[in-house]
């Protein structure tokens, strides 16, 4: 009998079996409906748009000796503003405490003990990470394209932004273990498994159309979820202060990029590990066959990993690094202070830009792996 390929079919059907999930939906709704809530909140919970202002009078100053003896001369020795007037000074006070110590006098602030000490952790966060001499070399080359003095900008926008971008991922994480779960053990709990499988398209074609409509889902919903988000707070707050240099906002980073380029590394993490958590999800489902089981793997494993990537001494360098990797530890703003490097063909390359590389390297393995299982499946269970 002549096969005909009825793979899209198979994909609408397999698409709308996930659709039809009342859990899925509630849980994808619930979500969507957050992304705009956090809109709202990651950057106005900070601070009142009035405020918000008065702040940004001092954007784009160079971060110098006359900017610096502003500062001191409107703020105590704890680095406080003294008048309500002078309130755009006081979105300096993280940085500066942050580079020069919290417990520190901060009077006669000058432009060279700002940049000393940055340079002074950065070389204790070179030892604690157990740097190579090359690694430290590499690092080194990188400052000298950072340009300085740095210019200053309020960070309530960008932070806001980050932040979102990564409670996104944890947002995934959910949609995708309740939604892909039961992509393939739903067929083998109701027992109709073996008749599906030994039909015309019951092999490759259903096994791809069930990767290809999880996928499709996966990949909607971050979509969804990060437009909503960015396009609320572009809409509500701007874009302002993604131009400036990251070290504004992480003053011991050695990367020459702007709050803007760290956004879209996020956007890229977030993107290539929600397909990541996607393919883990449909491979777990396929080998559990059971829809609950599935679902405390996935999340399981993804607070097991993120506990092991917290307390895994660096010492262990080379587990504790590409433990690194895994979305849970690797997706959070904070990805600019990773200075381990890793080594390939004779070049360097950060973490950020290996972890959506191995994100999707390891999303084909598990599918094109899965296949075969599946295919071993069949012919044990018929």
């Known amino acids: ?50 405020t918000l202002a008065e702040y940004q009078t001092i954007n784009y100053r160079p971060v110098d000796d006359k900017l610096l003896s502003e500062w001191s001369a409107v703020t105590d020795e704890y680095g406080v503003v003294t008048d309500e007037k002078d309130i755009a000074y006081d979105s300096m006070e993280e940085w500066i405490k942050d580079i020069v110590g919290y417990h520190a ?63 996104t991922m944890f947002m995934m994480l959910f949609v995708v273990g309740l939604g892909l779960a039961s992509v393939f053990s739903v067929e083998s709990q109701r027992k109709t498994d073996p008749m599906i499988r030994s039909s015309i398209n019951g092999e490759k074609e259903l ?40 070290q504004i906002e992480y003053p011991f980073t050695q990367l020459n990029m702007t709050c803007g380029q760290a956004i879209v590394v996020l956007i890229i993490l977030t993107v290539c590990g929600s397909v990541f958590i996607s393919a883990i999800a449909m491979f777990v489902s396929e080998v559990l066959r059971n829809s609950l089981a599935s679902m405390g793997v996935l999340l399981g494993g993804y607070f097991v990993i993120f506990a092991l990537g917290t307390n895994i001494p ?3 360098k080379t587990l504790s690094k590409w433990i690194s990797l895994f979305p849970a530890i690797q997706i959070t703003p904070r990805f600019v202070y990773e ?39 069949e012919i044990k269970s018929n």
Not at 207 to 233: D, E, N, P
Request: charged share 20%.
């Open 1 to 50: 009998m002549k096969k005909n390929s009825c793979f899209g079919t198979l994909y609408k059907y397999e698409l709308l079996k996930i659709l039809r999930n009342k859990v899925t939906i509630v849980t994808f709704l619930i979500f969507f409906v957050f992304s705009f809530i956090q809109g709202e909140f990651e950057v106005r919970g900070n601070i009142d748009l009035e």
């Open 105 to 167: 006098v901060l009077e006669d602030i000058t432009e060279d003990l700002i940049y000393e000490k940055r340079l002074e952790t950065i070389d204790e966060a070179y030892t604690e990470s157990y740097l190579t001499q090359e690694e430290i070399d590499y690092w080194k080359a990188s400052e000298e394209e950072v340009d300085k003095p740095f210019v200053w900008h309020d960070l309530y926008v960008a932070f806001g932004l980050e932040n979102g971008i990564c409670n």
């Open 207 to 246: 096994y791809f159309a069930k990767i290809l409509a999880g996928m499709s889902f996966c990949l909607f919903s971050v979509a969804v979820f990060l437009g909503g988000f960015i396009t609320y707070v572009g809409v509500a707050y701007g874009f302002t202060g993604l131009d400036i240099p990251v």
């Open 314 to 316: 660096m010492k262990m």
């Open 339 to 377: 200075f381990r490097l890793f080594k390939f063909a004779g070049h360097f390359f950060n973490s950020y830009k290996v972890a959506p590389v191995a994100y999707i390297a390891l999303s084909f393995f598990m599918i094109f792996g899965g296949y075969f299982i599946y295919r071993k499946y």
